[in-house]
């Protein structure tokens, strides 16, 4: 059910009857119910444009509208909106046409969409940063899929680099086998860092590694034997915490599989005249670029694809990898789910992409950090960096004691499951309920609460609304696509409601922000509670008992689905 697209197609009809011209009406869901439901907005560009009074045009569009019987009301606003009350009767029958807004329709064009997100560095600990790439690209994966797209998504694993000669170096003087075996990203960080330093006190040292990066490169067996162990291991324990955060990748392109492209990449981009030498590096000036885009011209420093010493960096990397992403997956658009950090790396390959005319969209989508409660990045107790199964670890438990002292329906021998599922649904939801470009504060106890806008709430309501169907003995699914009747204010805030979905999920998708979901279902639950207070389900009789049962089934697959989609388990009795 996309509500929005109806309206517009009426808005559209009006218009044309009105107006005898055609204009795009852009019709949105109004934010203060004051305003009404929806609100039709494109009259006042089209006036604007045309030199005409937006008020005159939005009266004669709103008696044509006042014809339909979807609506209620029909109000002149501001300076020439229409304001949309829609009539109970007509959105009953919308809902009842479309299982009761719990069906999402495809989007008209299917694209081919790869998403490139968690993408953490061997030799590194993934950090809270990693996390929310993580959680935020699977989320985005499901959104996609949900409305009928195409998706690949690709783990672009940190798996090449000048790190892996001080690695190998680092391994032979301090590395322990033993300790690679058992926790090997916390190994191969402590190596890296011991041989980081001693490189820079002994130039020796320096060298062995540039030396052994080199034999890598050239593709030296022992050496490539090693880099490919590093790998194997450190994957190892990233599919343990994937499989803790039910986390799944079409396609784990790391770094290394792009290498073999770079050096072509280089001879392209100078050929195409993008790039050109500078002090003997390779490099990209965007201001003697006719054709880059303007802020981009205004960056002194050059973007370097190729240093001095032959070395090829992130940057040609990510140009290969848009390269391989247009010719071999012929993707109509890349994602990318990175820190705002990275945006101006981002907006340079993109510019290089189109550049080198590469058709597809891409979309950096970006995310700010995640702070403790003092407001700096977040941090243990002791001022390390926390790691994300301790950080996982403490959900689970903080949630299970929340599950205690809230007495809630779970049998002791559930406790432990509901608490997996719990816990890592209220990291997972404080990550996605916010707009994703700003940074938050990390709170356990805001995360982990029954109240308010969590995981946990949302996850509680949805068991609450079936403890309704398994009261009556009856099957949430059988009432799914019976009459509805929106006779009391609380039901017809309740159809509203449901009536949103669609959109709601197409444009979380559109836009690569999960958080609308979030308020979507937030507001669904809170707006379900009022309902169930005011209005008798399985005590009312007769076609209002019907309706009813059929405002709880629908919230409850929504919730569900809408869960699911954001990677939280929709627990069935808690
Ligand atoms: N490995 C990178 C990092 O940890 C992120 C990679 C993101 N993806 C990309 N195609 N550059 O910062």
């Not at 969409?113 to 061997?122: A, F, G, L, M, Q």
């Not at 291991?233 to 770094?255: I, P």
């Not at 990510?318 to 012929?330: N, P």
Request: hydrophobic content about 45%.
């Amino acid at each position: 059910m996309r509500l929005e697209r109806t309206l517009e197609a009426l808005a559209r009809k009006a218009i044309h009857a009105a107006l005898a011209v055609e204009v795009d009406p852009i019709v949105r869901a109004t934010a203060d119910a004051k305003h009404g439901d929806f609100q039709l907005n494109g009259l006042l560009p089209f006036a604007k444009r045309e030199k005409k009074n937006p008020r005159e045009l939005a009266e004669a569009v709103a008696r044509e509208l006042e014809k339909e019987s979807a609506f209620e009301k029909v109000e002149v606003a501001g300076p020439g909106f229409v304001n949309l009350r829609l009539a109970p009767s007509w959105l009953g029958a919308e809902l009842e046409a479309h299982a009761l807004g719990t069906v999402v329709e495809a989007a008209e064009r299917r694209e081919k969409i790869v998403v490139d997100y968690s993408s953490p560095n061997i030799a590194k600990q993934m950090h809270v940063g990693h996390l929310r790439s993580t959680i935020l690209g699977a989320a985005v994966v499901n959104l996609f899929r949900a409305v009928g797209h195409e998706v690949l998504g690709d783990n672009h694993l940190g798996d090449w680099g000048t790190q892996f000669g001080l690695l190998i170096v680092g391994m032979r003087r301090f590395g322990s086998d033993e300790a690679l075996q058992q926790t090997p990203i916390e190994e191969l960080e402590r190596v890296y860092k011991l041989a980081t330093a001693a490189a820079k006190e002994d130039e020796s040292v320096a060298s062995e590694a540039r030396a052994e990066l080199a034999k890598l490169q050239s593709g030296d067996a022992q050496n490539r034997a090693l880099w490919q162990r590093f790998i194997e291991v450190t994957r190892k324990s990233l599919d343990v915490l994937y499989a803790r955060l039910g986390v799944t990748f079409d396609l784990w392109m790391g770094e290394s599989f792009f290498d073999p492209m770079l050096a072509g990449v280089c001879t392209l981009l100078q050929e195409r005249g993008i790039a050109r030498h500078d002090e003997g590096a390779l490099c990209i000036f965007f201001a003697e670029l006719e054709a880059a885009p303007a802020d981009l011209k205004k960056v002194k420093e050059p973007f370097i694809v190729q240093k001095r010493d032959g070395a090829f960096l992130y940057a040609s990397t990510d140009v290969a990898t848009a390269l391989y992403r247009d010719r071999e997956l012929k993707t109509t658009r890349n994602v990318y789910v990175v820190d705002a950090r990275q945006a101006l790396h981002f907006k340079q390959v993109f510019a290089v992409a189109k550049l080198l005319g590469l058709p597809q969209r891409f979309d950096h989508v970006s995310f700010g950090s995640v702070l403790g409660e003092d407001g700096k990045p977040l941090k243990t107790r002791d001022g390390k960096a926390i790691t994300l199964a301790s950080l996982l670890d403490e959900a689970e438990a903080r949630a299970a004691a929340r599950i205690r002292e809230e007495e809630l329906d779970v049998p002791e021998e559930e406790i432990a499951a509901t608490a997996r599922a719990v816990g890592i649904g209220a990291v997972k939801w404080a990550d996605l309920k916010q707009n994703r470009t700003s940074d938050y504060v990390f709170s356990w106890d805001k995360l982990i609460s029954f109240r308010g806008n969590s995981g946990p709430y949302v996850q509680y309501a949805h068991a609450r609304v079936l403890s309704i169907f398994r009261k009556g003995g009856l099957e949430k699914a059988n009432y799914l696509g019976g009459a509805v009747l929106l006779e009391t204010p609380e039901e017809r805030e309740l159809g509203k409601r449901l009536a949103a979905f669609g959109d709601v999920v197409h444009a979380a998708a559109e836009t690569s922000q999960p958080h609308l979901l979030c308020d979507h279902l937030y507001d669904l639950a809170r707006v379900f509670s009022g309902f169930y207070e005011a209005c008798p389900v399985l005590k009312a009789d007769g076609p209002t008992r019907e309706s009813r049962l059929g405002l709880a089934a629908a919230t409850a697959e929504q919730l569900r689905c809408g869960l699911t989609l954001l990677g939280l388990t929709a627990i069935e009795r808690m």
